[in-house]
Nanobody, 120 residues
Framework: VQLQASGGGLVQAGGSLRLFCAAS????????MAWYQQPPGKPRELVAT???????YAVDSVKERFIISRDNAQKLVYLQMNSLKPEDTAVYYC???????????????WGQGTEVTVSS
């Protein structure tokens, strides 16, 4: 089982990016999915979460600008980032709670990170 994140890049302030994260492998179910960010020199922090039923949460600093969504059939989670600011510059990681086939336990899985740089 693995998560593969993509979609990062360099963008000017005020611009938009859409991040993608695909889960693959021998998956039975996916529970919560989320995006985290790690700015340079800082710890990793939660950005937004989405349940399997589609309930979402985003931290105050992004909730008016970022939208998390998912496609359960395709095992994808997205992060639409609008009105980007230089302080959004970070490596963005996707996260998912995944149940592998044949096991009752949900494990915590992380993508490899995709870098977002916002220039002023």
């Amino acid at each position: 089982v693995q998560l593969q994140a993509s979609g990062g890049g360099l963008v000017q302030a005020g611009g938009s990016l859409r991040l993608f994260c695909a889960a693959s492998g021998d998956i039975s179910r996916i529970n919560d999915m989320a995006w985290y960010q790690q700015p340079p020199g800082k710890p990793r922090e939660l950005v937004a979460t989405i349940t399997s039923g589609g309930d979402t949460y985003a931290v105050d600093s992004v909730k008016e600008r970022f939208i998390i969504s998912r496609d359960n059939a395709q095992k994808l989670v997205y992060l639409q980032m609008n009105s980007l600011k230089p302080e959004d510059t970070a490596v963005y990681y996707c996260y998912a709670q995944i149940q592998r086939r044949g096991t009752p336990i949900f494990g915590n899985y992380w993508g490899q990170g995709t870098e977002v740089t916002v220039s002023s």
